[in-house]
């Protein structure tokens, strides 16, 4: 086991990067290690846990700005910025369940270092594009800032996006500044129930591409949606629209969109808590989780039809799923044009697959049949719908230090990313070869 090093401020994690630059170390930047698994399979010298670094420094809710050292966790500031009525409104997952990892663990860091979102992502974008300020230590071990604590600054290079999503092979970051929205008043999902993917898709991309200001739109195939509580006693599969906003709107929304949508499929609709249930849910891709939740003893109510109330799940328990089959099985986050995305799924399922459809289609979570990756099918599935990204989030260590995790670099992008980590780790400190072999 590699040495574990526990920085409790800036200046620490400057000593620590200096030793190991100076000793010819190598060292793996993690958080509280809730997504160790993501990425290449590597091996370090030691362990650069920056869990230490913890604390909001800065909350301005007017402001709509928060500033926390890195090792804070995002359940700490979504429970503090709740509290004002406002969110994170990139609406970032929880990696730990899939990753057989207890829920709530993640860092505000790690959530930048991986660029998180969730299903508001295509009207709300990334972590990055909320990003407003950073402190951090590169390779070299210098400690640097880049951006500011205000929505509109100019302050030299964009290093905040710049940074987001390098999975700490370029700089460990020692404290963050992000924006925040305020919360919706309420939420509703209307539900068609019932469609292929192919049908769900065409009402996705109409749904989306209406007036009706739709924030959430995912496909859950039947045998898939029996694993989600709020709408497990659906009996068919859920496509799912999201209105968020006041009562009077979402009621004018949701009827202008059943109007739209009633030729399309059976129609029916969640309540505000079921609504929440579920799109957590969707978020975090529990029902293909290694760590799932699941509700106390009960009846979990079935999907509302339309103009009924929606059944109400009770409150999830964590617990660890026995060791067993679905542990074993590889799993992947396909990025394609939304109307590709049931070309993909097709594909797959004939080797078995399980998909769950986010993003109006055009983000795909792919369960495999077992441990093997299968990465040569989905790649070609993924060039077959027209080109993509598919990043292979679960599998064995052998499978990640064998396997291409993420999407192969074209020459000239290489080139870039190669440039990056030359300016910020020329040694190749930070996490080598997390992302890919050499970088």
């Given at each position: 086991m590699s040495e574990r090093l526990?920085?409790?401020?800036?200046?620490?994690?400057?000593?620590?990067?200096?030793?190991?630059?100076?000793?010819?170390?190598?060292?793996?930047?993690?958080?509280s290690g809730s997504k160790a698994g993501l990425g290449r399979h590597i091996q370090t010298d030691a362990t650069l846990e920056l869990k230490g670094l913890s604390g909001v420094t800065l909350y301005e809710p007017e402001?709509?700005?928060?500033?926390?050292?890195?090792?804070?966790?995002v359940a700490e500031i979504e429970a503090l910025v709740a509290a004002s009525k406002q969110m994170l409104a990139f609406e970032p997952m929880d990696f730990g369940p899939l990753l057989g990892v207890a829920p709530g663990g993640g860092t505000l860091g790690g959530l930048m270092a991986c660029n998180l979102a969730g299903p508001r992502r295509p009207s709300a974008g990334a972590a990055r594009d909320h990003a407003l300020g950073i402190r951090a230590v590169s390779g070299r071990a210098e400690a640097f800032k880049a951006g500011g604590r205000v929505v509109k600054n100019v302050t030299g290079y964009d290093l905040?996006?710049?940074?987001?999503?390098?999975?700490?092979?370029?700089a460990a970051f020692t404290e963050l500044t992000i924006k925040v929205l305020p919360r919706p008043e309420t939420v509703e999902t209307l539900l068609l129930l019932g469609l292929d993917p192919a049908a769900a898709a065409g009402a996705m991309?109409?749904?989306?591409?209406?007036?009706?200001?739709?924030?959430?739109?995912?496909?859950?195939?039947?045998?898939?949606?029996a694993a989600i509580p709020a709408?497990?006693?659906?009996?068919?599969?859920?496509?799912?629209?999201?209105?968020?906003?006041?009562?009077p709107s979402i009621r004018h929304r949701r009827g202008k969109l059943e109007e739209m949508l009633r030729e399309r499929g059976t129609l029916s609709f969640l309540d505000a808590e079921a609504s929440l249930t579920f799109w957590q849910a969707v978020r975090d891709v529990t029902p293909f989780a290694a760590f799932v939740t699941s509700p106390p003893r009960g009846e979990v109510g079935a999907a509302a039809a339309p103009g009924e109330g929606a059944g109400r799940a009770p409150s999830p328990s964590p617990r660890p799923l026995p060791v067993g089959e679905r542990e074993t099985h590889?799993?992947?986050r396909v990025s394609v044009a939304p109307m590709a995305g049931p070309s993909v799924g097709a594909a797959l399922a004939g080797l078995g697959a399980r998909c769950l459809y986010d993003w109006a289609g055009g983000l795909i979570w792919v369960e495999m049949p077992g441990a093997e990756p299968q990465t040569a099918a989905v790649r070609a599935a993924v060039a077959a719908a027209g080109g993509g990204h598919a990043t292979l989030i679960r599998a064995s260590a052998a499978a990640r230090a064998g396997e291409e995790v993420f999407q192969p670099l074209d020459p000239i992008t290489g080139a870039l990313i190669a440039r990056m980590k030359n300016g910020f780790d020329p040694g190749r400190v930070l996490s080598p070869g997390r992302m890919y072999a050499g970088v």
């Amino acid at each position: 086991m590699s040495e574990r090093l526990c920085p409790r401020d800036e200046a620490e994690v400057v000593e620590a990067v200096r030793w190991a630059v100076s000793n010819g170390r190598t060292l793996d930047v993690a958080g509280s290690g809730s997504k160790a698994g993501l990425g290449r399979h590597i091996q370090t010298d030691a362990t650069l846990e920056l869990k230490g670094l913890s604390g909001v420094t800065l909350y301005e809710p007017e402001e709509l700005v928060l500033s926390a050292k890195a090792g804070t966790t995002v359940a700490e500031i979504e429970a503090l910025v709740a509290a004002s009525k406002q969110m994170l409104a990139f609406e970032p997952m929880d990696f730990g369940p899939l990753l057989g990892v207890a829920p709530g663990g993640g860092t505000l860091g790690g959530l930048m270092a991986c660029n998180l979102a969730g299903p508001r992502r295509p009207s709300a974008g990334a972590a990055r594009d909320h990003a407003l300020g950073i402190r951090a230590v590169s390779g070299r071990a210098e400690a640097f800032k880049a951006g500011g604590r205000v929505v509109k600054n100019v302050t030299g290079y964009d290093l905040p996006r710049g940074l987001a999503g390098s999975h700490g092979t370029l700089a460990a970051f020692t404290e963050l500044t992000i924006k925040v929205l305020p919360r919706p008043e309420t939420v509703e999902t209307l539900l068609l129930l019932g469609l292929d993917p192919a049908a769900a898709a065409g009402a996705m991309s109409a749904a989306v591409g209406s007036y009706y200001d739709v924030s959430g739109a995912a496909h859950v195939p039947e045998a898939v949606a029996a694993a989600i509580p709020a709408v497990a006693g659906a009996g068919a599969s859920v496509t799912a629209l999201r209105l968020e906003g006041v009562a009077p709107s979402i009621r004018h929304r949701r009827g202008k969109l059943e109007e739209m949508l009633r030729e399309r499929g059976t129609l029916s609709f969640l309540d505000a808590e079921a609504s929440l249930t579920f799109w957590q849910a969707v978020r975090d891709v529990t029902p293909f989780a290694a760590f799932v939740t699941s509700p106390p003893r009960g009846e979990v109510g079935a999907a509302a039809a339309p103009g009924e109330g929606a059944g109400r799940a009770p409150s999830p328990s964590p617990r660890p799923l026995p060791v067993g089959e679905r542990e074993t099985h590889a799993l992947w986050r396909v990025s394609v044009a939304p109307m590709a995305g049931p070309s993909v799924g097709a594909a797959l399922a004939g080797l078995g697959a399980r998909c769950l459809y986010d993003w109006a289609g055009g983000l795909i979570w792919v369960e495999m049949p077992g441990a093997e990756p299968q990465t040569a099918a989905v790649r070609a599935a993924v060039a077959a719908a027209g080109g993509g990204h598919a990043t292979l989030i679960r599998a064995s260590a052998a499978a990640r230090a064998g396997e291409e995790v993420f999407q192969p670099l074209d020459p000239i992008t290489g080139a870039l990313i190669a440039r990056m980590k030359n300016g910020f780790d020329p040694g190749r400190v930070l996490s080598p070869g997390r992302m890919y072999a050499g970088v």
